[in-house]
């Protein structure tokens, strides 16, 4: 018999993509992009170009498919519409999953804290002090109305890589390269986690048959966006003279400074775990790999 199909949303992503790379092999997969298309397209996945926050749209494409999973992994961080693409949307796709009682992963966020109760375990309430940060602990809100086994929310960090590169670090490179100063803060931090090491954790709770209803994913070392920064020019071969110090604690409009997540629990259920990011920087120094913007 064959496998049921698996959905993911965001597909065309950047941690879309990585999914699909690494996809187990034998289950159809079905893929929904709406902005940015796919520039190759596998054989083995169809892909569905749609909005998420359209409603119709959404359960026509769950009620067609009839994925025994759906990886809600899409993402959004235009300040003007959040409420629609992050909210709406994972309305739109919980709604379509009790529907057909489809099992669900869906991909959040360390940036709904506070920042000042760090190291956050999973029984913390997110309490977000920025737009972004209340989208997604609103989106959270319709993740929990599912019964208690259907969906799985993994709250995750800064997901970075290098081939290619993330679009933070992307960011970072360009600037560089382009002699831009940038200022990172030194004073913000956050337990980046490598986008391979990612992916295989999605995978691997997407082949398990009991999940906790919240799980955190991220690297097990914090970081300020100030040494992470140093990491990526310092793998692109650019002068760290261009980075300048700032802190978060100066700024105007509010941004968590600490959301350390704790990850005992994830560390007792997923076999492979994450690892620090400067390790992996390191092995890719080692190993004579350059990054590639």
């Known amino acids: 018999m064959r496998p049921a199909p698996l959905l993911i949303t965001g597909g065309s992503g950047y941690l879309g993509r990585t999914l699909l790379a690494r996809a187990p092999?034998?289950?159809?997969?079905?893929?929904?992009q709406h902005h940015t298309p796919?520039?190759?397209?596998?054989?083995d996945a169809e892909i569905h170009?749609?909005?998420?926050?359209?409603?119709?749209?959404?359960?026509?494409?769950?009620a067609r498919v009839r994925p025994a999973l759906v990886i809600h992994a899409a993402a959004s961080m235009a300040p003007d519409t959040l409420k629609r693409a992050i909210v709406r949307?994972?309305?739109?796709?919980?709604?379509?999953?009790?529907?057909?009682?489809?099992?669900?992963?869906?991909?959040?966020?360390d940036a709904l804290f506070d920042?000042?109760?760090?190291?956050?375990?999973?029984?913390?309430?997110?309490?977000?002090v920025h737009v972004y940060g209340r989208a997604k602990a609103a989106a959270e809100v319709e993740v929990r109305v599912l019964p208690a086994g259907q969906?799985?929310?993994?709250?995750?960090?800064?997901?970075t890589g290098a081939e290619p590169l993330d679009p933070r670090s992307v960011w970072v490179a360009e600037s560089l390269r382009l002699g831009r100063p940038i200022t990172l803060f030194v004073d913000e931090l956050r337990c980046p986690i490598w986008i391979e090491d990612l992916a295989a954790a999605i995978w691997e709770l997407a082949a398990m048959e009991?999940?906790?209803?919240?799980?955190?994913?991220?690297?097990?070392e914090a970081l300020s966006r100030y040494t992470l920064g140093l990491?990526?020019?310092?793998?692109?071969?650019?002068?760290?003279e261009g980075i300048t110090r700032g802190y978060n604690r100066d700024l105007a409009v509010p941004r968590p400074r600490d959301v350390r997540l704790d990850t005992r629990l994830a560390a007792q259920v997923l076999h492979r775990q994450p690892r620090p990011i400067s390790e992996v920087f390191a092995g890719l120094k080692a190993t004579g790999c350059q990054l590639e913007g």
Do not use: K
Request: hydrophobic share 50%; net charge negative; proline share 10%.
């Open 210 to 220: 009991n999940w906790p209803p919240v799980l955190h994913v991220a690297g097990p």
């Open 49 to 62: 170009t749609l909005d998420l926050a359209e409603e119709q749209a959404v359960s026509t494409l769950v």
């Open 89 to 109: 949307a994972t309305a739109n796709v919980v709604a379509a999953c009790a529907r057909g009682g489809v099992r669900l992963l869906h991909l959040s966020t």
């Open 151 to 159: 969906a799985c929310i993994v709250r995750t960090s800064l997901i």
């Open 231 to 240: 990491l990526i020019a310092a793998h692109q071969g650019l002068p760290v």
């Open 38 to 43: 796919l520039a190759r397209v596998p054989v």
């Open 115 to 128: 920042g000042e109760h760090a190291p956050y375990t999973e029984a913390d309430l997110p309490a977000p």
């Open 25 to 32: 092999t034998g289950a159809p997969l079905h893929l929904v």
